[in-house]
Nanobody, 122 residues
């Protein structure tokens, strides 16, 4: 069993910053890509940022230059530093990871966290 647990969400004023963290635990052999997605009320879940095991990153155009994704492979953690937050960044943020749970399993499975609320409002 694998768990992804997010933390760091909350209420912040426009222009402020938050740092989200996600810890992966359980039956983990290897973690491949990790990422953050978000879902605002009435909208579909969308990609925010992804990072490969080697550190290659990809960002949604809407967050480029404001958000930074990083990871700590030794701790099975992924982070999202969010600066210059805007009201339109308000959403539930979900952690995602592609994980091989055993050396006998050749295909990684897709795991999701439970989500953490980020609200940007004055």
């Amino acid at each position: 069993q694998v768990q992804l647990v997010e933390s760091g969400g909350g209420l912040v004023q426009p222009g402020g910053s938050l740092r989200l963290s996600c810890a992966a635990s359980g039956s983990i052999f290897s973690i491949y890509a990790m990422g953050w997605y978000r879902q605002a009320p009435g909208k579909q879940r969308e990609l925010v940022a992804t990072i490969t095991r080697r550190g290659n990153t990809n960002y949604a155009d809407s967050v480029k230059g404001r958000f930074t994704i990083s990871r700590d492979n030794a701790k099975n953690m992924v982070y999202l530093q969010m600066n210059s937050l805007k009201p339109e960044d308000t959403a539930v943020y979900y952690c995602n990871a592609d994980i091989r749970t055993s050396p006998l399993v050749t295909t990684p499975y897709d795991f999701w966290g439970q989500g953490t609320q980020v609200t940007v409002s004055s």
